[in-house]
């Protein structure tokens, strides 16, 4: 199901304490990928693949400027309680209907 | 399965900061509550299909804690704890619920099972805490900080 591979998405960009420090710093100011390499200590690839995570969840968005890629804070906030609350209903019935089928499956086994 | 109800949540909205769900299962109410607190059967139905859920504490009594990660496959981790509030055995379960890539946004979730003859009605009922809420606590908070320090100044001013 397409839902759940967007609460996974968003859980994966954010379970990488580079990627939240990313996004912290993007909170301050757009910022181009050597300028987000630098303090983390980390290579441009490594910074580059970071970033691609974090734009597929919708949390960045990139743009060449000239011969660097500008970085700045998605249309997606974390802070935004109803991407927040939309996530979590998600994951709840994702929850939920693996749930079930948990208790069809061991149905007996355990009666 | 006959009947509908059993294979699908019925999620409601009550008010911009809960959430509530609704399911029946076709099992009775003390398999469900015995699947649903078992620290060892969490992996196979917690998290996301593909991930993996690794249970790091799960202490099912009032102020016990619990923490779950969820590794992705592609190595990332999430990961989720709380403290449980309130449990009565098979009836409910109250316990708050962290995302800890947001830390301060606290939900509570209070789960209750529900008897209807062999199934069982799990109804869960998730409040947000807004973040203007938690900003008018630490509003409040500093004004009787405030407050405090004013009157000891006084008391100070009125000594000399």
């Known amino acids: ?111 | 399965m006959t009947n509908d109800q059993a294979t699908r949540a019925t999620v409601t909205t009550p008010s911009d900061r809960e959430i509530r769900t609704e399911r029946v299962f076709d099992a009775p109410r003390d398999r469900v509550w015995a699947v649903w607190t078992d620290p060892e059967l969490i992996p196979e139905w917690y998290g996301s299909r593909d991930g993996e859920t690794v249970v790091d504490k799960m202490d099912v009594r009032v102020g016990g804690d619990w923490r779950f990660v969820m590794r992705e496959p592609d190595g990332s981790e999430a990961a989720f704890r709380g403290t449980y509030r309130e449990i009565t055995a098979p009836e409910l379960i109250e316990q708050t619920f962290e995302w800890e890539g947001m830390p301060g946004h606290v939900c509570v979730e209070r789960t209750e099972f529900e008897a209807i003859g062999d199934r069982t009605k799990v109804t869960t009922l998730t409040l947000f805490h807004t973040t203007e809420e938690r900003d008018g606590m630490l509003g409040s908070g500093m004004e009787v900080g405030m407050n405090e320090t004013y009157a000891r100044l006084d008391e100070l001013l009125a000594r000399r």
């Open chain 1, 1 to 111: 199901m397409v839902q759940y591979q967007e609460i996974d998405r968003t859980f994966a960009a954010l379970g990488d304490p580079t990627r939240r420090g990313v996004l912290e710093r993007l909170g301050r100011g757009d910022a181009t990928i050597t300028e987000l390499a630098e303090p983390f200590g980390i290579s441009l690839t490594g910074m580059k693949k970071h970033v691609r995570l974090l734009e597929e969840a919708g949390l960045v968005t990139t743009e060449k400027v000239g011969r660097a890629r500008m970085c700045s804070a998605g249309p997606r906030r974390l802070e935004d309680v109803q991407t927040w609350t939309q996530t979590y209903r998600q994951m709840l019935e994702q929850r939920l209907d693996r749930f079930g089928e948990l208790l069809e499956r061991t149905k007996g086994a355990t009666q």
